[in-house]
């Protein structure tokens, strides 16, 4: 139901419907519907930083592991379009308030790991010794969040890793430039 490309309200009634069971029987395995969205939040949370660790476990890269850690935020949103609209907070708009400061803390953890990523690629010199880390992580976590949004109101048409090529270019040419004010590579 959540990869219905059209939104609708789920409901424990339309849930068990479409599953062929009863209403109750949803309520033996899950104590709410927000028990049920926290199963897949924590399906992603999982999923994402298992990928976003392997990434992150490789010592020799540099710029490529911040690119590698948004390619896996932009191919798991596309894979799992349901999982995308969860992500994006749309599912949650009505649900218990939780479910999205739960997504959110997700999303801060997930921007940390990029933090962390931008400081390494810093460190070896892939990117400008002088780059604010935590402003490119947040950037980068905005242009991700930005896909997901386009991904899920073009009704999964407008997929997440679309122009990734020419959008990371743009991306990393910013990121391994000096700041204003700071010394240029043309300089004298």
């Known amino acids: 139901m959540l ?8 409901t424990t009634a339309a849930l068990a ?5 009863s209403e109750a029987a949803l309520y033996r395995h899950f104590a709410s519907k ?12 999982t999923t994402l930083f298992g990928l976003i660790n392997r990434i992150g476990a490789d010592e020799a890269a540099g710029a490529e592991s911040v690119l590698a850690m948004a390619k896996v935020l932009l191919a798991f949103a596309e894979k ?9 907070g749309e599912v949650l708009v009505n649900e218990n308030p939780r479910l999205q400061a739960r997504v959110n803390q997700l999303l801060d953890r997930i921007e940390v790991s990029l933090k962390q990523a931008v400081r390494i690629a810093a460190g ?6 002088d780059l604010d880390a935590g402003a490119a992580a947040n950037l980068v976590l905005a242009w991700v969040q930005g896909r997901w949004q386009q991904f899920v109101k073009s009704g999964f048409a407008r ?4 122009q990734l090529v020419a959008q990371w270019g743009l ?12 010394p240029g590579p043309s300089s004298a």
């Open 17 to 21: 419907a479409r599953l062929g069971v």
């Open 171 to 182: 991306l990393a040419r910013a990121f391994s430039a000096s700041t204003p004010g700071s």
């Open 80 to 88: 799992n379009r349901g999982m995308c609209r969860v992500l994006t």
């Open 124 to 129: 070896r010199g892939g990117l400008a010794a």
């Open 34 to 45: 927000a028990q049920m969205y926290e199963g897949l939040i924590e399906f992603i949370e």
């Open 3 to 10: 990869e219905a490309p059209q939104a609708e309200k789920i």
């Open 159 to 162: 997929v997440p890793t679309e």
